[in-house]
């Protein structure tokens, strides 16, 4: 194997789901060396959540689990031990990189606020994760996917288009755990940034992600709107002037882009006589009649499939997709071409499919080639040959509920 | 001592648009010097967007849009179409640690500035390649967008209100967002592996590549149960109740909480928080289970029962039992929210045409470096003497000349 871009970071992962387990991921994809700590039982959330072949619930079967935590070793833990306590201690010293998500006061009640952890290991880059922040009056508030939807605005502004009666429509969470995603992906770069920082003066670090500016920072451009253009935008139907936009036609959905676009998109539609009014005739006065010119298109797009418009769209340029479900996407001949996705063998879920890196390095390729670790896999070469645990006593720590 | 942890890394940056230029925008606010090279013949279309009242289409630099996406960057104009501008480029190249571009297909290969070339100038340059696609493969020459590509993985057939129609995700750049964040974490791996080794590389980052990642939850679903998905809107797979729910109208504009109530005790909780109303005792809502089966029923009583409230004291209530909550922010709610003013969320760009409204500063909050690079962001070629001048080391004259044959501009 080429050596990898962060072969010589060593990362403790104390965090469960999916963020923190998502910003571990990044890091192990390239190289890193990520011991998991799991709670002894259950272990992490996602182990419980599927899915599951056959909808059989299964500790080491569950997707979201395995697909978040390839290459990574697993141990489990009871830092509410003494002994497991003084274990993750060592393991401190040991990283480089510490990611949590647990609360402020859980942390602190643990001894393990970043001083105290500062004391431990001065050059730890210390990744926190959590809902609202470390400080401001809502640092102790509780959260999750949901709630880091609504409390970033991303919700306010979804559906794009907006709805037809907002009084009954509510803001609309995004789907897939995507703030959960983007509250991971953001503390990777952060805490790469300290990496990247720490290099040329060996200086640790305590980064405080908030999941609420985490998704906050992605609808910069609405913010900056209501900001500097000072309107305040609605949330009904017709709201959103430029992008792109979804068109039913006689078998499903697309999305068009008109944008910088709009001679190509009309060329497509076989210049119609509407297209030279002129309300149409440049971007500003399309933005201001964008229901208007979106009822036009949408009689065009009702007359064809799908499919007719997708290959009239490709061959005139216009930027377009089918609104495809998931199957057309791990099917797909472009991320079969470049060789996208990973196969894995896991001793108890089998030879499954992953998704490949979501970047390629020249240099220094993502290497997906290691299982999600079985519940307390690593244990023993963590504690035993790593910290120089004996085997009597790793069985007393099993009988004793410390992992 | 370092202020911040990028001090001493340059990008020459080519990016455009909104992903691109937000993954530079990281290393910016990291502390990396950013030089955005532009032309006054084909301008960022960002720097147009999201004018203040009466200035659309005054100018390059009345974009809000673009603003909040390129803070702390260095702005130089140079006409890549000339053999001259290019030689420009390429000396900067030579001072670089980083070329980032998204444009559709080989525009850089183009102006002799393939990766190819670009090493023997510069042999350990990190090059970074931003696209929806991907630069192989039968969709390489694609045109992408945010909503495009949300179309193409499936996001947007998920997102929606249960039993409802598919909708465009929003805000629109949230697989902007993803791609420009997985950019910057590229480009970050590719720096330290740089930092340990002297070793450059060609990075060829795709939307679908990155998007593939962030629905894993729906694309292992698919893998290995056959399933597509539906669409939940705000539900969960087992909380209820787990939504967003109207609340009492104190400003101009609806205002909703969104709460999740995670186990029977939080339930309890919330009973009580009710002052116990005579529905909470209904069969249909007495455990975990038959509350998710009777879930639209149960939402409509609690409505009645958050709507005597706003959204702020409610959430206050709520989380002082220890139940998840918040308001359900508006764009204007959220730039006024207290909680965020606390940590300076916001930021003044002291801009001579956007003045001190406020912009969005990103979530990058580091203990021992000073908050991030938020200098003013750049106007249309603010930089040219600094770049040309101080970095380059041109005359004042040669720099005037080059300006004249609008090589500059």
Redesign the interface.
Known sequence: MS?Q??S??KVLEFSDF?SGPYCGK?LSN?GAQVIKVEKPGLGDKARS???????LPHTEKS??F???NTNKSGITLNVETAAGLKIFKELLKWADVLIEDHSVKEMKALGLS?PEVKEINPSLVMTSIT???Q????K?????D??S?????????????GVKD??V??????????AD??SG??A???T??????????G????????R???V???????????????E????EFGR?KF????YPCQDG???I?I???YHLVVKMMGDPEWSKEEMFANP?LRNNYIVELNQLITAWTMEHTSGEINDLA?AH??????????????G????A??D?WREIDHAVAGK?????????????PAAIEHPAPLLGEHNEMVLCDMLHYSREQLVRMRQGGII | ??K???E??RVLDFCQM?AGP?ATE?LSV?GAEVIKVETNLRID?MRT?????GL??TGPNVG??F???NWGKKSISINMTTPKGQELAKKLIKICDVVSENFGGGVLDRWGLSYENMKLIKPDIIYYAGSG??R?????E????????????????????PGG??????????TD??QA??????M??????H???G????????M???H??????????????????E????R??VMAP?????CKMTG???E?V?L?V?SQQEWELLCRLMGNPDWTNKEEFSDELSRWDNQEELDKYLAGWTRQYDAYEL?GIL?KA??????????????HD???A??G??KKPNHPV?GN?????????????SEGNYQTPPLLGQHNDYVFGELLGLSREEIHKLTEEKILG
């Open positions: 050596r871009a962060l010589n970071v999916v990044l390239t959540w599927g899915p599951f072949p056959q909808n997707g979201l395995l697909f978040l970043y809902p609202f922040g400080t401001g009056p809502f102790n508030y509780k959260g999750n949901l709630i939807s609504h409390a970033g605005t991303e919700a306010f502004g979804n559906p794009d288009e907002p009084a429509s509510p803001p609309l969470k995004v789907p897939n755990h995507a995603f983007m992906l953001t990777a770069a952060c790469l940034g300290a990496l990247v920082g720490r290099g040329k003066t200086r640790g670090q305590h980064i405080d992600l908030s609420q500016e985490a906050a920072s992605i609808t910069r451009q609405q913010l900056a709107y209501y900001s500097v253009m000072e305040n935008p609605s949330r959103k992008g792109g936009f979804l959905y697309v999305v882009w944008g910088p676009h500003l490709l340029g216009v930027p377009c997709s089918l609104v495809r479900s998931v199957k057309d996407l791990v797909d001949e472009q991320l071409f470049r996208f499954i499919k992953y998704p490949g890196a979501p970047f390629r390095l020249s240099a220094t | 001592m370092q911040l942890p990028l001493g890394i909104w937000h990281w990291m279309y967007v999201g004018a203040p009242p659309a289409g809000s849009a603003a909040s996406l696609y991907g192989s493969g039968p969709h390489k694609r045109p992408a967008y945010a909503e495009i590509v949300d179309a193409f993985t499936g996001a947007t057939f998920s997102n929606g209100y129609e598919p909708n465009v995700i929003g805000v629109s750049p949230w967002g993803a964040i997985h950019g910057a974490v590229a970050l791996t590719a720096l330290y592996h930092m340990s080794t070793e450059g590389q060609y990075i060829d980052a795709a679908i590549e990155g593939a990642n962030f629905l894993g939850e729906m694309v292992m679903g698919y893998i290995i149960n056959s399933s597509i998905g669409r939940i809107g705000n969960d797979a787990h939504g967003c729910y109207p101009d504009e609806d909703w969104a999740a995670a959430t989380q220890g139940i998840a909550a918040t308001p359900s922010f508006s764009t204007k709610q959220l730039t207290k909680h965020l606390a940590r969320f916001f956007l409204k406020v912009l969005a500063g990103l979530p990058i909050r580091f203990s021992d470096y």
